[in-house]
């Protein structure tokens, strides 16, 4: 077959006009770049959140990507910032106060105060969750981030153990432990029972660096309101911190507990999901985690069959530790206003806000977004938490140096390599060698 | 100077060329050969040589997210890191694995080279089943090992307690100090070391060597000691430089398994580098440091292994 010259110009013609029309039709959306930790994509059902946008804003197209969790990626993504002026992504989403307390220092986050109003207004929130991101800054620019989704720090325990082991009344509801020796006679007796032919983990505490110096903080401040010294170091000298490592100490030697978490992060919580676990020391989600896990009807998530795991508060009236996995948007982002606009209507949406609490107990900032969820005791109990005394995490530039480090120094403790005398004078004089520098000393 | 230039052409065609046209030819051929370099040497340079040298500087300045102070620090960056008891505790862990993986890894290489030589039926069978762990994602495998010896669910507790009825024995593999090391080691072993690379140098001994012995009565032991390790020597050296680098560098199954702990007793000293920088970037300046004193180590002891494997090698 013979195609004339001109129809095969004709031919390439159309096409080149057809691509080009494609092209410039692709080109016509915006695309908005979020970036989330890895593990929240599916906790924070970002698919979802992504979809719905892009219903609301048929001009944009929005693209997920991730980071890796834990601290791990910040200084990379911060650096990118700085010695580029660009930013792979528009928004960011995850990474604790204490993790991006470099970025906030430096001056490198757009201002969220813009949208803190009618809904949004400051007092709509709780203030556990959004006093951390407050930084002393000139006038209108005081929030650099905003919590999307937060948790406090406590003990969950697993009701059926108590069960078994006596620790309920007469209407079989479990008896709290409020003292740390109670804590300790109760993991004691736990551990002697055992489920399958195996025996039970009685307390199961935070030894890496996911929670553990979080698990100091919310120690001290439960009984002595603060983790920090008048001057803003760490009060390492704190009895009740000296107190809450002893205790762990007594657990662990006596083989009350367990110590899986000093090589795998998730020891505890995966412990507290088989039924293995009679009490861990974390976040409050692990509860959630740990009753589907639990939950009879296996499939069904919520859980219909009650809180297998509940929690109890530290020791003390002091108040918890609230932390929120943050958004912020980078100066240097493509786009801003989309980011901004994003963060509004999908991260602080009653959708996402209620979603993942309902489904892995991350709970929502804003007080409005507490009547949808379920009506049950973790919830209740989260509540009051969140309207007593909280405090945030630590800020420090060095705060991950100081985190890593506090770790170390807690399993050369509990494993005997040196004293409780020692770790405190260890922290200390790492203390005296780390970058305190905090947010709000350089205003932006 | 010869006038004659051979061209080695399908034909094996001799050219007589003039000395000048030659020259001219050769000169033609050398700016072609370096034409077709020069990608290479420029991706090599800007990707490698580039950051090898920043990083170097970067030991003797400051760094933050918004400028580099050049030679501000001086050697008190190498003396802060020398002074760190991480460190130390690092170069202590790195030296000593290394110490046990890289003997174990070539035993268990050769051991597994000499049984596939010897092996004559399923041939092909033995060679993949061995190889799978090689074709598995070493962080799959990784994962694996940590849910096998989980202390409360993994299989391996699982058999020591209800197998062979001695709970005593069910421990905390990767968590407890006494028992961290030598599991990281076996783990690690797991593969049987550079297997494929004995068996290639086995595979190329002459079969006579073996038969000239068996006529004068050789047993398999005086086989092994007079043919195989003597004809293996140079396999051998290359397997033993490898498998120390390989060794001194070890980081994934660190960062998988164990995240350095118990107590930091697992940090590699690769491992050491990525938690600094993963600290924020005042600590970059500091990682770069380590990362340089590692260099040295580790090409001080490749250096030694390499002069202590040719002298032998030289004496035999």
């Known amino acids: 077959m013979k195609f004339s010259r001109f129809s095969l110009i004709f031919f390439f013609a159309i096409s080149l006009s057809l691509g080009l029309t494609g092209f410039s039709l692709a080109q016509d959306k915006t695309t908005l770049t979020v970036s989330v930790e890895a593990w929240m994509v599916d906790k924070y059902n970002m698919p979802e959140l992504e979809k719905r946008f892009e219903a609301n804003h ?88 905003l919590p999307g989704l937060g948790e406090t720090i406590n003990f969950q325990f697993n009701t059926n153990l108590f069960i078994q082991a006596g620790f309920v009344d007469a209407d079989a509801k479990p008896i709290l432990p409020t003292t740390y020796e109670q804590i300790h006679d109760y993991a004691c007796a736990l551990a002697k029972l055992e489920t399958n032919g195996q025996k039970i983990i009685g307390f199961e505490g935070e030894y890496n660096n996911n929670f553990a110096p979080d698990t100091w903080m919310a120690a001290v401040v439960a009984a002595e309101g603060t983790y920090l010294t008048k001057d803003g170091k760490i009060n390492w000298d704190s009895e009740a911190g000296k107190k809450w490592l002893a205790f762990q100490k007594q657990i662990v030697d006596k083989g009350c507990g367990g110590t899986t978490v000093f090589t795998d992060n998730n020891g505890a919580r995966n412990a507290l999901k088989a039924g293995q676990a009679a009490i861990i020391n974390a976040s409050n989600s692990r509860s959630s985690e740990g009753t589907n896990a639990l939950c009879k009807e296996q499939g069904t998530v919520p859980c219909p069959s009650g809180d297998i795991i509940q929690m109890f508060s530290y020791p003390g009236d002091g108040g918890t530790i609230a932390f929120s996995h943050q958004f912020y ?116 | 100077m010869s006038e004659t230039l051979v061209v080695s052409d399908p034909e094996n065609k001799v050219y007589k060329v003039p000395t000048k046209q030659r020259w001219y030819l050769e000169q033609r051929q050398s700016r072609f050969a370096l034409m077709l370099i020069l990608p290479s040497a420029l991706m090599i340079l800007l990707f490698i040589g580039y950051p090898v040298v920043y990083s170097f500087l970067l030991t003797f300045s400051q760094f933050n997210a918004h400028q580099v102070t050049w030679f501000s620090e001086g050697l008190s960056n190498y003396q802060k890191v020398l002074n760190d008891r991480a460190f130390g505790n690092a170069v202590r862990f790195t030296l000593l694995y290394t110490a046990v993986y890289v003997p174990l890894s070539v035993a268990f290489a050769l051991f597994v080279g000499v049984l596939l030589q010897q092996v004559k039926i399923g041939t092909a069978f033995f060679r993949s089943l061995l190889f799978l762990p090689s074709v598995i994602p070493i962080t799959m495998g990784l994962l694996m090992f940590q849910w096998v010896l989980d202390p409360n669910n993994g299989i391996f507790n699982h058999l020591i307690r209800d197998a062979l009825g001695r709970p005593d024995l069910a421990k905390n593999w990767l968590g407890s100090l006494d028992t961290v090391f030598g599991t990281l080691v076996a783990i690690t072993l797991w593969g049987f070391g550079p297997w494929i690379l004995m068996l290639a140098g086995l595979l190329a001994i002459p079969k006579d060597f073996y038969e000239a012995a068996r006529v004068d009565g050789a047993t398999h032991l005086q086989e092994f000691r007079f043919i195989t390790l003597p004809q293996l020597r140079n396999t051998l050296t290359v397997v033993i430089t490898l498998q120390m680098i390989k060794a001194l560098k070890i980081f994934v199954p660190i960062y998988i398994l164990t995240t350095g702990n118990p107590a930091g007793k697992t940090q590699s000293l690769y491992f050491l580098v990525s938690k600094k920088i993963n600290e924020g970037e005042q600590w970059y300046a500091y990682a770069s440091t380590v990362g340089w004193v590692f260099t040295f180590i580790v090409i001080i002891i490749t250096l030694l292994t390499t002069f202590f494997l040719r002298n032998r090698r030289d004496r035999v």
């Open chain 1, 58 to 145: 048929p001009d944009v197209n929005v693209v997920v990507l991730t980071h890796e969790g834990n601290g791990v990626a910040y200084p990379g993504i911060f650096l990118e910032w700085s010695q580029t002026g660009k930013s792979t992504a528009d928004l960011y989403f995850g990474g604790l106060v204490s993790q991006i307390a470099p970025a906030i220092i430096d001056d490198q986050l757009i201002p969220l105060d813009g949208i803190l109003t009618d809904e949004l207004a400051p007092d709509k929130w709780i203030p556990g969750f959004l006093s951390p991101s407050y930084v002393e800054g000139a006038e209108g620019s005081h929030y650099p981030t």
């Open chain 1, 329 to 444: 948007i980078p100066r240097v982002a493509a786009h801003a206003d989309l980011a901004l606009a994003f963060a509004r209507e999908a991260i602080l949406s009653k959708y996402a806000q209620t979603w993942s609490a309902t489904q892995f107990g991350k709970m929502p900032t804003l007080w409005a977004n507490y009547d949808a969820l379920p009506k049950d005791v973790n919830v209740d109990f989260i509540r009051t938490e969140l309207e007593g005394p909280t405090m945030g995490q630590w800020q420090f530039r060095d705060g991950q140096f100081l985190r890593n480090s506090y770790v170390e120094q807690l399993q050369l403790y509990l494993t005997g390599d040196q004293t409780l005398d020692e770790t405190i004078a260890a922290l200390k004089s790492i203390q005296d060698g780390a970058d305190l520098t905090v947010p709000g000393a350089k205003k932006p």
